[in-house]
């Protein structure tokens, strides 16, 4: 069975700077996608980015991007110019070929003004 | 409309009651998903309709009893439910189901609360 790992239940960064979440995956698959979701105290899960796990390239959304490492099954997301909007719970998941979302523990992300 | 809908917000109900959660996308989604989330945890699934038909059901109690009447609406029947069952529950969809790479839009959940 596949399982998602977040090892860092909260983390905080000063507005402005930069901030990387951590996250690991088991699978014994080897087409797959993985996604990190963001959840606000508005409780919407709302979708940042998605890899794609048989493409090289690191996808890139704006201010958000991944490191994917597929050898080492590390898939961390990368918040440039952190705003305080960015505040929320982050999940990182794995979707599997018989479509099931597997959700990591969530990482809390504080923003200090 | 680039929405999932889902309603109530807010729902209190007791173990003998009957309600229904109803969830709602015009995006031309094939795959329809309910998660059940506890507080401070992530989401765990619970079923996942494709095509109006129910392709996975995650051994959830019969208590809960979900329904697609069309390919637009996801419907949760709430039978007999126990305090335990006090959560958020998620709506999501999805324009397919397996082999693709899309990511699921969700709505925005139904906070119940059983007493």
């Known amino acids: 069975a596949q399982t998602v790992t977040q090892s860092q239940p909260e983390m905080s960064v000063q507005e402005a700077e930069t901030v990387t979440l951590s996250c690991t995956y088991d699978?014994?698959?080897?087409?797959?996608?993985l996604f990190w979701y963001k959840q606000p105290p508005s409780r919407q899960m709302i979708l940042v980015i998605r890899q794609e796990a048989y493409k090289q390239q690191n996808a890139t959304e704006n201010r958000f991007s991944v490191n994917f490492q597929k050898a080492a099954k590390s898939f961390s997301l990368k918040i440039s110019d952190s705003q305080l909007g960015d505040a929320a719970m982050y999940f990182c998941?794995?979707?599997?070929?018989?479509?099931?979302?597997?959700f990591g523990k969530g990482t809390r992300l504080h923003i200090l003004p | 409309d680039t929405e999932v809908t889902q309603t109530p917000k807010h729902l209190v109900m007791g173990m003998t009651n009957k309600k229904s959660l109803k969830c709602e996308q015009h995006?031309?989604?094939?795959?329809m998903y309910w998660y059940k989330q506890k507080a401070k945890k992530p989401p765990e699934l619970m079923f996942v309709?494709?095509?109006?038909?129910?392709?996975i059901n995650e051994s959830v109690p019969s208590r809960f009893s979900p329904e697609c009447p069309n390919s637009s609406l996801l419907n949760l029947h709430l039978h007999a439910l126990q305090p335990e069952d006090s959560a958020l529950y998620l709506c999501?969809?999805?324009?397919?189901?397996?082999?693709?790479?899309?990511?699921?839009?969700f709505g925005s959940g139904t906070r119940l609360t059983v007493v």
């Open positions: 699978t014994s698959e080897s087409d797959y996608y």
């Open positions: 999501a969809s999805s324009l397919y189901f397996t082999g693709k790479s899309y990511g699921y839009t």
């Open positions: 309709y494709s095509y109006e038909k129910l392709s």
């Open positions: 998941a794995y979707r599997s070929r018989d479509d099931k979302i597997i």
């Open positions: 995006m031309g989604h094939r795959a």
